[in-house]
């Protein structure tokens, strides 16, 4: 590679190649969304995120910066913020790694094998230490309530549609409302 810009443009094209649904921020590839599938086997499968992803101007030689925007309960997953605590992100980065290593390998294992020993959710880390089967609940119950496709949309037809589902939702209610009013006389 001659360049980080290259370097950078080549490993975004590589992930919007590939299987995730990559959406830009502000028409550039420094910011964007992946959507990202919990993996099998693990208590996350079948959730579905959005990652936050920021490339420094010195990627590949300094690390993305990652977040999950939509809640998750994980040790390692700060609760409010979405950000990640993973080493290979936060501290072993090398340029040899790419986006595509970040999530067909560095989030899958962070979800297979989170450390509560190193927490960003205390809450989590205590629960998975002290209850095992109360902390794997806890993070279906998360998957089921925060981590749906529907909680993933974002594209502007996707936001149009979101809108038009509420305003349905509402004139059911209001609707239902009239409907009740009318059945009366």
Known sequence: MSSPSKRRDMDVMK?????????????????????FHGPKESLYEGGVWKIRVELPDAYPYKSPSIGFLNKIFHPNVDELSGSVCLDVINQSWSPMFDLLNVFEVFLPQLLLYPNPS????????????????????????????????????????????????????SGQSESDDEVVGHADP
């Not at 190649?17 to 990559?22: A, E, F, K, N, R």
């Not at 989590?124 to 279906?140: C, F, G, T």
């Open 15 to 35: 992930l919007m190649m590939s299987d995730y649904t990559v959406e830009t921020i502000n028409d550039g590839i420094t910011e964007f969304n992946v959507e």
């Open 118 to 169: 190193d927490p960003l959710n205390g809450d989590a880390a205590s629960l998975m230490m002290k209850d095992k089967n109360q902390y794997e609940q806890k993070v279906k119950e998360y998957c089921e309530r925060y981590a749906k496709k529907e909680n993933v949309v974002g594209t502007p037809k996707d936001e149009s549609d979101d809108e038009i589902s509420e305003e349905e939702y």
